[in-house]
């Protein structure tokens, strides 16, 4: 059961507005893709779900996002609970600068799992997932920045799969990588989404149109449109929608 | 015409500059070479295991060389981890409001105050105040206080190095702050840290102006017993047998020799410093 | 897959009892740490004060800032007035300074824009190594040698005079002043060189009138605190020349700089006496002339900081 619901969510950065009264429920499984010109606030909105926002000092959230029927932003939650449950990978792969293999241990260790053998377990399980074993399963003791770009993204997602996450958040993941390394990437999230409940933020409209089953249009901090991709992009409700996919806007 | 003259003109500049450039190393040289010279014909493994004889004109530098190493001792063991533990703070959980702009501005101040004033709060403090009399506590405590901003400016910098998207991996994979900077944050800046570390160990390694308020001695007939007696220090042995035996005015070769361990201990520290830095720039290249 | 019970699985009472109470007395215990080193700064500024407060209540802060005459051990008319101490330092700093601070700009020049990335590669170190050198070891090379070749050079019977004082004082500011100015120039942006290389300026014409400008800011502040450097050295000056408090500005008379007076007359000053209060009230104005230097410089600093940013 791990849709997202949110509700009424309104987030501030140094008493300035970035997201406005979103409300949508993302179903569980499947990919829901996050579309918007740059500065619409769907970044934010992604690192609202794993609570990455708390971070910053200067951040307010207002609003409820359920996950199990619970809030995530209840008084009673633990942040890092939240953040087990829902992986992320980020924008520029930011792999730990130590060697492959602990850099997929990290997470279950700190977590409670201290067995090597689980461990090591786990570390394959995790690489053949992200589709990784087989090019650096002779090599995991060696430094994760050795890999090519492509290689340290799928290592990111790899290492966030480590913790069996239900819901998975990618803030842009393909911005920084070549076209081979994307289609990889793309092609991995569309392997993931019988498992997982993959959300994804992407500034690439055709890479949301090829991977999501339903996408959400944001444009200045608001949700204007919410859908089943492919009628969002052939019949889009809203004239904004309109606008931006066929790119009469930014 | 005037392209030739303005070209003259940048070469003549140039040279005046290049001349600068060399008359530092110049005089780094020059210095290096009256010590070593002055030094010669005390130079020897002898030199460095002897205690002083004959009012501190003959003999070696034992006593004086474990002193200081004592005082490093008590830096090392109060400096290094206020030090690092502050800077920790400062920049991990301090936010960048007004309240960092003050700790920036109380860090760089306690760095300028000159070396004699912390002698003056030393003796004022610890010898005085807290009862510990001249002695190796109250000049190591002194010389803690001293190398502080230096520690905390180096670890802050260090940790202010490591980008920010290491630390929400961390954070997103459900890891807490402390895990976060206990796993993370820490490794990473540990060469960063450490030159700061070996740098300040080093500056109060030279230090003489605090040590001689609180607690030098111009000679003991043996190494400190506990650290609430008075000790010789290698800095401060220097001074007192260049300025009070006749030997060491005229420039005897055991004054030149002790000055020649000290700089091979300061400068064998800031050695290692700059390779620490070096290599380790070389494995973490963000 | 989904072994954990669903029920609570957010709640804070669940699994990571000992991740989070190292989180919170993490921050309380780093916290308390911060404000020991903190106090320091507190303590230094409390400690002199206190320690001052007999010497300017008995003396009299006008007579101990401005009068003439330093005679502390006298017993029939002693004489607290730290005019010839501040002559002293001002006369010793100014000295050096008026040396170093021409040779460290052309080294900086040299350094930041004109050597070679070889004898860069060389000469940086050569010039961390120079900072680190304690000041005690400077002192006896003043002392010993280049006292002698003062007295040569000026004819003079001896070379222990301020003159000496302000040569090595100079030599130990350089390295200083460099490093600090370099990081100045080094962060001028490429581009506006190569603006003003486009418009057909030589290499000189470049610096002189796009990036010195440009770095103007940070070159003032290192100038400042190299000179504070100067202000607050103790070892150097007490060896490099004899310390006679007089109230000259003659470079070839003997002086007594305020450091200097508090290193030789703590010895022989009776805690808690008139004489002993009167030294800390030194410290207190040399800790305020580095307090004020330091405020002036950061606040340069800030300045150029947030120019390219």
Known sequence: ?250 | ?286 | MKYIDKIGWLNRTQGQSKGRFFDGASHTVLFTITLISASVLVAVAAFLILGSLQAFNVIGPVEMLFGDTWRPTSFHNPAFGMLPLMAGTFLVSFLASIIAIPIGLGCTIYLAEIAHPRIRAFLKPAIELLAGIPSVVYGLFAMLILQGWVAQLFGLQHGYVALNGGLILAVMMVPIMVSLAEDAISAVPLELREASYALGATRWETMRSVVLPAAMSGILAAIILSIMRAVGETMAVLMAFNQTPLPTLDPFSGVQTMTATIAIEMGEAAVGGLHYSALFAVGVMLFMITLVMNTVANRIMLRYSEAYR
């Open chain 2, 1 to 286: 015409m005037n392209a030739i003259s303005r070209n003259a003109k940048e070469k003549l500049y140039f040279n005046i500059f290049r001349a600068c450039g060399a008359l530092v190393v110049l005089t780094l040289v020059v210095i290096m070479a009256y010590m070593l010279m002055g030094s010669l014909p005390v130079l020897s493994l002898d030199f460095l295991t002897e205690p002083p004889r004959g009012a501190n004109t003959l003999g070696g530098i034992v006593t004086p060389l474990v002193g200081t190493i004592c005082l490093m001792g008590i830096v090392f063991a109060f400096a290094i981890p206020i030090g690092v533990l502050s800077a920790v703070y400062l920049s991990e959980y301090q936010g960048k409001g007004w309240g960092a702009r003050f700790w920036h501005i109380v860090v760089s101040n306690l760095a300028g105050v000159p070396s004699i004033v912390y002698g003056l709060l030393g003796l004022a403090l610890f010898v005085t105040f807290a009862g510990l009399g001249r002695s190796l506590i109250a000049s190591g405590l002194t010389l803690a206080i001293l190398s502080l901003p230096i520690v905390i400016s180096a670890a802050r910098e260090a940790i202010q190095a490591i980008p920010s998207s290491l630390r929400e991996a961390s954070m997103a994979l459900g890891a807490t702050k402390w895990q976060t900077i206990w796993h993370h944050v820490l490794p990473y800046a540990l060469p960063g840290i450490l030159t700061g570390i070996i740098l300040a160990l080093s500056r109060a390694a030279g230090e003489t102006a605090p040590i001689l308020l609180t607690g030098a001695a111009f000679y003991m007939s043996s190494m400190p017993d506990s650290i609430f007696s008075q000790f010789m220090a290698l800095p401060y042995h220097i001074y007192a047998v260049a300025t009070q035996t006749m030997a060491g005015m005229n420039g005897s070769p055991v004054v030149y020799g002790a000055a020649i361990a000290l700089l091979m201990l300061v400068i064998g520290m800031n050695l290692v410093a700059i390779i620490v830095r070096k290599r380790f720039r070389e494995k973490y290249r963000w």
């Open chain 1, 1 to 250: 059961m791990s849709s997202i619901e949110v509700k009424h969510l309104n987030v501030w950065f140094d008493g300035k507005q970035a997201l406005r009264e979103v409300n949508m429920t993302i179903p569980e499984k499947g990919i829901t893709a996050i579309i918007g010109p740059s500065g619409c606030g769907k970044s934010t909105f992604i690192r609202s779900i794993n609570r990455m926002n708390d971070i910053i000092p200067s951040c307010r959230v207002e609003g409820r996002i359920m996950v199990d029927g619970k809030d995530l932003y209840g008084p009673e939650v633990d942040v890092t609970q939240v953040r087990k449950r829902i992986g992320m990978v980020f924008q520029r792969p930011n792999p730990f600068p130590k060697s492959i293999y602990e850099n997929i241990a990290y997470a279950p260790r700190i977590h409670g799992t201290k067995d090597r053998k689980k461990l090591n377990e786990i570390v394959e399980r995790s690489l053949r997932r992200a589709a990784l074993w087989d090019e650096v399963k002779d090599r995991l003791d060696r430094s994760a920045y050795d890999l090519s770009g492509g290689q340290q993204q799928r290592l990111c997602i790899a290492r966030a799969l480590a913790i069996c996450p239900e819901i998975v958040l990618f803030d842009e993941p393909c911005s920084a990588l070549d076209p081979i390394a994307t289609a990889k990437i793309e092609d991995l999230l569309v392997e993931l989404k019988d498992e997982y409940t993959v959300v994804i933020v992407t500034h690439n409209m055709q890479q949301a149109a090829r991977v999501a089953d339903q996408t959400a249009f944001f444009y200045l901090g608001e949700l204007i449109e919410f859908g089943d991709t492919a009628q969002l992009f052939e019949r889009p409700e809203n004239e904004l929608t309109e606008n931006y996919i066929t790119g009469r806007m930014g």
